[in-house]
């Protein structure tokens, strides 16, 4: 299974664009990158997710390098309730998820 | 459109004896998922369905933990004789395509907070 690399925490100013890297270097030509978050006490929630070009949607948009080594999730103008981790996952055959320990994103006023 | 309905959402129990989990997927999606997860981890898949037939149950410990779904709809996990370390959150998640489906995206439930006494 393709393997994840996470920054453990970061800080955000509330207001401020949240941009969240994560390293995938052994990701293969069809395998997508999914971006989950997991407030405390409710199960993971989708973001987004992508193959090789860029995405947006309402919550936040996806960048992903040519190479398709490395990506980053940005969340244009974080809010408190932003706060939470932030699981990157690369898409393995047959479904499956594999969750590292992700990236506990705090948010500040 | 109503999203994964998981219950109960807390049980206490004490080692040996036994629980069950249900979970209702979102209508019309074909796979469904297990996760246990552990404080301070990320989630880890225990078991996948697509309907009624287990597509992947490597990391199910099948000496104490069961699962089905019968008619490919709604699913129970059950676990018997419980033990200390299976205190965690199980989270059942649905996604409407197939196995083969590179892009299909999962939807998780609330999860079932486990403390085991």
């Not at chain 2, 490597?58 to 129970?76: H, I, M, Y």
């Amino acid at each position: 299974d393709a393997k994840t690399t996470q920054p453990p925490s970061m800080d955000c100013a509330e207001g401020r664009a949240a941009n969240l890297p994560c390293n995938h270097s052994t990701i293969s030509g069809n395998e997508y990158v999914y971006w989950y978050r997991q407030i405390h006490s409710q199960g993971p929630q989708y973001i987004i997710h992508g193959l090789k070009n860029n995405e947006t949607n309402e919550m936040a948009s996806l960048i992903i390098t040519e190479d398709r080594k490395s990506s980053t999730l940005i969340l244009p103008h974080a809010t408190l309730r932003d706060t939470a981790v932030y699981y990157c996952i690369v898409r393995v055959y047959g479904n499956k998820l594999v969750f590292g320990a992700g990236t506990i994103l705090r948010v500040k006023s | 459109e109503a999203g994964v309905a998981q219950s109960p959402r807390y049980k206490i129990i004490e080692k040996r004896q036994s629980v069950a989990f249900w979970c209702n997927p979102i209508s019309g999606h074909a796979t469904l998922y297990w996760y246990q997860q552990i404080l301070g981890q990320g989630p880890k898949l225990l078991i996948q369905f697509q309907n009624n037939g287990v597509v992947d149950d490597s990391q199910l410990p099948k000496d104490r933990f069961s699962a089905e779904r019968l008619k490919g709809v709604d699913s129970t996990l059950k676990i018997q004789p419980a033990k200390l370390e299976d205190s965690a959150v199980y989270l059942c998640a649905s996604s409407l395509g197939m196995v083969r489906d590179f892009g299909d995206t999962q939807y998780f439930g609330p999860g079932t907070r486990l403390t085991v006494l």
